[in-house]
């Protein structure tokens, strides 16, 4: 009785932080494509500086679609809704596109890439687009000291593997297996500094598993982690 009640309060509290978190994720992009506009309005900008604000107000949009699409699709994982429409995929042109979408929304980082040509998969775009895309935004979130990170892709005769690589601030060995946990996050919502909504490393399990592939952490060396995600071909 006692482990069955402790379960529901801990899920009662990650609900909580979810709604705590989600909330400011979604209001912080909504306030500054809001304030972008608003901008565009009231004053006379020379067509440098339009492009500017509208380039920004962009990524805002995509980074709101993006956490929407989480949401969406997080709901879709937990009814078994979600099937994948599996075709033979360039992986290598996803993974690079993902990493140049990033480089434009964070100029300051340095992402750095070794990325085989033409790995090809059997799975679907949209699903393993999230994988990537969540894989690098985690990675940038925790990458506390600015060191470089690093974006792998390759393949040999029986599997296909993706690395994100990074030199952050590491994860305690015993939080390791709670990461892939649906709204966990590390620390709690009152010290925690990094956005987030608890979702994105749900989902990469969730897609992977959906594509007869694994996920795994480890730690990386001097410092910082290694998810890797492997895929039988």
Known sequence: VYRSIKK????????????MAVTHELK???AIAKLNLETLLKRSLDTGQQEK???????????LNGLCSNI???SQIESNAVKPNKELVNLSNIVTNSIENFKKRFPNITLES????DVHLNGEHFLLEIVINNLVDNA???NKYKKPLIVELYSNTDKVVLKVKDEGIGI???QKSKLFTKFYRVQNEATRTTKGTGLGLYLCKKIVILHNGNITVTNNKPQGVIFEVTFSI
């Open 172 to 174: 305690n060995d015993n």
């Open 53 to 63: 604000i509208l380039s920004n107000t962009l990524q805002e949009a995509n980074r």
């Open 72 to 74: 969406l699709l997080s």
């Open 140 to 142: 940038i979130k925790y």
């Open 8 to 19: 529901q309060l801990d899920l009662t509290q990650q609900q909580q932080n979810f709604l």
């Open 114 to 117: 070794n990325i085989k040509e």
């Open 28 to 30: 912080t992009p909504i």
